[in-house]
């Protein structure tokens, strides 16, 4: 009668160690996330090639596995064909876009008190308003900008750290791509390294969660990447081919760019190309042009690409989605902005699984 107590108190202790320890790995992988983000937010700008190229690589995987298992070649051959077809391409683009963006800025910084009295035009007409107690019109508020703007140029130190700036974009971009070369050839690898972090009992749990999270995220990234593109094409055509609006290219860069920030990068692409119409505009008609432009290319992104390419497993509330950029932007810059909507997923897809829901 005294060995079924006995084994009783066995098994509670038994399950007792289980609890202690699961709770105690559970503590320390917190503790490791916790440290981890305190990481982050000191090295920023030097996770941020790290981000760039491990968010490309992992869009690439699909087609690295699908060339590998169509042509019957090592994945390494099919890793390397990947990655020289992006080197091409960010050649090109490289080639193409960096003159016409150093041309642009060139005229900028020359005709800098012009451009900038013809935004205060734009802004205020002819009228004169008081700034600081001080009545101004457009020119006066121009010479103003444009003496203010050089004096913060002509401080000691800027000049370098704008030069050390480029060298650190130009170092940057190179570390990117050795990144990528990398990230490419050995991902699964890495995944695995990564897998192996988690204690023994979590992997189980782990493996489920990335199972239901990892077609979500490539959407999610497949699809920004085509209305990023889309966006771009869109912008050129309608700036440039129909109203004829010059400096065309640069506008519609900056437009596709800012499509990667949701809410806050439309509304200031349209703000920076409505004031770019009116600079331009020579009569009513191009501004009304340019009116129908910007409604037409925000229905055609919102409502007919957008949930086509994203999907309704990738849609969050728009009020969580501009707290997780302006979040992630100021704990971790660009890394947190591009990552924001990722983790935001991640954490959606966590909670579900582990509480059985469907995500």
């Known amino acids: 009668m005294s060995a079924r107590p006995i084994e009783h108190r066995d098994g509670e202790a038994s399950g007792d160690a289980k609890r202690a320890e699961t709770a105690s790995n559970r503590t320390t992988l917190y503790v490791v996330l916790a440290v981890a983000a305190v990481v982050a937010h000191e090295l920023q700008w030097v996770l941020l090639p790290f981000v760039i190229s491990g968010l490309l690589a992992y869009i690439c995987t699909p087609l690295i596995d699908w060339l590998t298992a169509r042509s019957g070649t090592p994945r390494f051959v099919a890793a390397i064909a990947c990655f020289l077809a992006l080197f091409i391409v960010a ?121 239901r999270l990892d077609p979500v995220l490539k959407r999610y990234f497949i699809g920004v990447i085509l209305i990023l593109l889309y966006a771009m094409a869109a912008a050129y055509i309608g700036l440039g081919l129909v109203l004829g609006i010059k400096h065309a290219a640069f506008l519609a860069f900056l437009t596709g760019m800012l499509e990667i920030i949701p809410v806050i990068g439309p509304g200031a692409s349209a703000a920076i190309g409505g004031l770019a119409a009116v600079h331009y505009a020579k009569g009513i008609g191009l501004i009304i042009g340019y009116a129908i432009y910007a409604v037409v290319l925000r229905i055609s992104i919102d409502q007919i690409l957008g949930p086509v390419v994203l999907g309704t497993a990738a849609r969050l509330h728009p009020v969580l989605i501009i707290f997780c950029f302006l979040a992630g932007g100021v704990l971790f810059g660009l890394s947190g902005i591009l990552l924001a909507v990722p983790v935001a997923l991640t954490v959606r897809t966590t909670l579900a699984v582990s509480r059985g829901e469907m995500a």
């Not at 013809?118 to 009545?135: C, D, N, S």
């Not at 800027?158 to 050839?185: C, E, N, P, Q």
């Open 91 to 211: 050649g090109i683009f490289a080639a193409f876009g960096i003159p016409s963006l150093l041309r642009e800025l060139a005229h900028l910084a020359t005709n800098l008190q012009d451009t900038l009295e013809r935004l205060a035009k734009a802004a205020i007409g002819e009228r004169t308003i008081t700034l600081f107690g001080q009545p101004m019109n457009a020119a006066q508020l121009a010479t103003a900008a444009a003496t203010d703007l050089r004096q913060w140029m002509g401080q000691t130190g800027r000049i370098a750290a704008l030069g050390s700036m480029a060298f650190a974009a130009a170092f940057g971009a190179i570390l990117l791509f050795v990144l990528l070369f990398y990230f490419l050839i050995s991902g699964p690898s890495l995944a695995r390294g990564i897998l192996w972090l988690f204690p023994a009992r979590e992997r189980p749990l782990v493996r489920a969660i990335w199972r």
